[in-house]
């Protein structure tokens, strides 16, 4: 399936703007599933997209993966937004216990390690692929998949 958008050796700082500008324009019901490697930089983009929401509304925070507790809520917001790692999952049978279902549709989900999700759930999510750059390790290529509708079947509303 061929990418939405394309980036091509974004360096931190630009990686980190364009999570911001993506956030801008999330709500309750839309997803953001991030793929790539270990080390690649995934919470770092979810950790922009959230600190800038917050600093939004006044409240700076420090943004962590929730790699050991799994989901990071963040209800301070009008949409709530739910930090999730499923690095560490071996079934989906686990993904009840968190109540991913209904965040899904109540919630702003940004999932690192999409990898156990069934792909009609992957498929109403806008996917994040990063790799590393070819031409340098401090760089970051991405590839956007975007869906026509999010878990509340709404239009995404994406503008980069």
Do not use: M
């Given at each position: 399936m061929k990418p939405d958008l394309q980036y091509?050796?974004?360096?931190?700082t630009e990686l980190c703007s364009l999570a911001e500008k993506l956030g801008d324009h999330l709500r309750a019901g839309d997803s953001i599933f991030l793929k790539?490697?270990?080390?690649?930089g995934k919470t770092f983009v979810i950790g922009c997209l959230i600190r800038k929401k917050l600093f939004d509304i006044?409240?700076?925070?420090?943004?962590?993966s929730p790699t050991f507790n799994l989901v990071q809520i963040y209800d301070e917001?009008?949409?709530?937004?739910?930090?999730?790692?499923l690095y560490r999952l071996?079934?989906?049978?686990?993904?009840?216990?968190?109540?991913?279902?209904?965040a899904f549709h109540e919630a702003i989900c940004l999932l690192?390690?999409?990898?156990?999700?069934?792909?009609?759930?992957?498929?109403?999510?806008?996917v994040l692929?990063?790799?590393?750059?070819?031409l340098d390790s401090d760089k970051r290529d991405l590839d956007i998949f975007i869906p026509e509708k999010n878990f509340n079947n709404e239009k995404y509303c994406v503008n980069l």
């Open positions: 091509k050796d974004l360096t931190k790539g490697p270990i080390g690649v006044g409240i700076e925070q420090h943004v962590t917001l009008y949409y709530p937004i739910w930090h999730i790692d071996k079934n989906q049978e686990e993904l009840i216990e968190i109540g991913l279902e209904e690192e390690w999409p990898h156990i999700l069934g792909e009609t759930i992957v498929r109403k999510a806008v692929s990063i790799r590393f750059s070819a």
